[in-house]
């Protein structure tokens, strides 16, 4: 059982480092409609991400880039409503935003007001954006001093895979030493969390213990503060997990069986139900 203290009403973006100090695990999980949001609360997510991976997971688009702030808030509402709907005031997650490509990079006054809409037009109590550029660090404080929480995340920065790729990313001493200078500059700026994507454990380990904020990893090892992952590849749903993200069922699978399954009965039902018009045994000329 929890201390009160650690489980406010609802979690706050502040719990997170009390969750660390105290030595307890972080889970965060995404959703991205109502449905995914009542289920990774029903499991006792402590937050839930609604991440712009959804523009890959459930708009079918090829990257997370063309999803837009308008779709993010849309999406954000929903996730808010499954929810509630499942906790008790005693139990809400914290409900974080991503922001998306291009709504925070182009000027600091638009980056303020599109994560000010999601606070204001949303359920959501804070934001996550990519990255740890001047300009972005910049922005992040500004939001922050706006009173906008904001959760970091460096590594494998999706919304940058156009330079990046999908590569692990630290992976010689200088791009590891330029990612803890990010880290620091980040948990200056006021992020309260920081997630850490697809670099090697020693250098996730190494900024656990640096860092007062909580570092949520997903493909960083397993000594983070905590881990994130999106609920989709955990599920098996997505048609192929990333290498530090395996399913822990073959979701998609099973779907496709079940209702394949129930397809083929109402086609060729075998036990008729009491007083139902027989089964015409014409063969069916659209049976594939
Ligand atoms: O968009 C997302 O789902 C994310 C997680 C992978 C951290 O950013």
Redesign the pocket.
Known sequence: MQSPALRHVPLRPSDLAKRKQAGLAISVL?AWDALSGAVVAEAGADAV?V???LAMVVLGHAT?LPVTLDEMLHHTRAVGRGVTAVCGPEQQPLLIT?LPFLSYQCNPDEAVAAAGRVLKETPAAAV?LEGAEPETLAVINRMVRSGIPVMG?IGLT?QSVHRLGYRRQGTDPASQERLCRQAHALADAGCFAL?L?HVPDALADRLRRELELPLIG?GAGTSCDGQ?R?TADLLGLTPQQPPFSPPLLQGRQLAVQALQRWIAEQRHPTTPAAGAAPHCSAPDPLDR
């Open positions: 995404t991400l991440g712009d991976s997370t991503d996550k995340h999706p997630v994507e997903i994130v999106v």
